[in-house]
């Protein structure tokens, strides 16, 4: 069976708007809370990354182990292929978040992952 890309569903929020809080596309849960920094991970959240700090808001147990097989330290602007190369296929829902329009030629990317658990991934 052929693996395909992680679904990536991408959101642009424009310059001056408050941040919106991000919710698990699976269960419903908010996994992260307007500013971005305050995180309430369910079981689905696989990593989320910000932007504008250049850090790691939260990683998996999974995400890590994944990083370390590949040797992955840093995080890579394309978030489909760094995904890919730690081996998630299209089981993965991630959500890219854009803040667009900030003053200079400056744009934010947010990133948050989450996975289904193993019984509801196809075989």
């Known amino acids: 069976m052929?693996?395909?890309d992680p679904q990536i569903f991408r959101l642009n929020i424009p310059h001056g708007c408050r941040?919106?809080?991000i919710h698990c596309p699976i269960c419903g849960q908010i996994a992260a809370i307007n500013d971005a920094r305050v995180f309430a991970p369910c079981q689905?959240?696989?990593?989320?990354?910000?932007?504008?700090?250049g850090?790691?808001?939260?990683l998996s147990p999974d995400f890590v182990a994944r990083m370390r097989e590949v040797d992955l330290r840093v995080h890579t602007p394309d978030n489909v292929a760094m995904l890919r190369d730690l081996g998630y296929d299209d089981n993965l829902l991630a959500i890219e978040v854009s803040y667009t329009g900030m003053p200079?030629?400056?744009?934010?990317?947010?990133?948050?992952?989450?996975?289904?658990?193993?019984?509801?991934?196809p075989l």
């Not at 689905?44 to 700090?53: F, K, M, P, Q, T």
């Not at 200079?104 to 991934?121: K, V």
């Open 19 to 21: 941040r919106l809080p």
């Open 55 to 58: 850090s790691w808001g939260y």
């Open 104 to 121: 200079g030629p400056r744009r934010y990317l947010d990133l948050y992952a989450f996975r289904p658990p193993i019984e509801f991934q």
């Open 2 to 4: 052929k693996t395909t």
């Open 44 to 53: 689905h959240l696989v990593c989320s990354y910000i932007e504008a700090d």
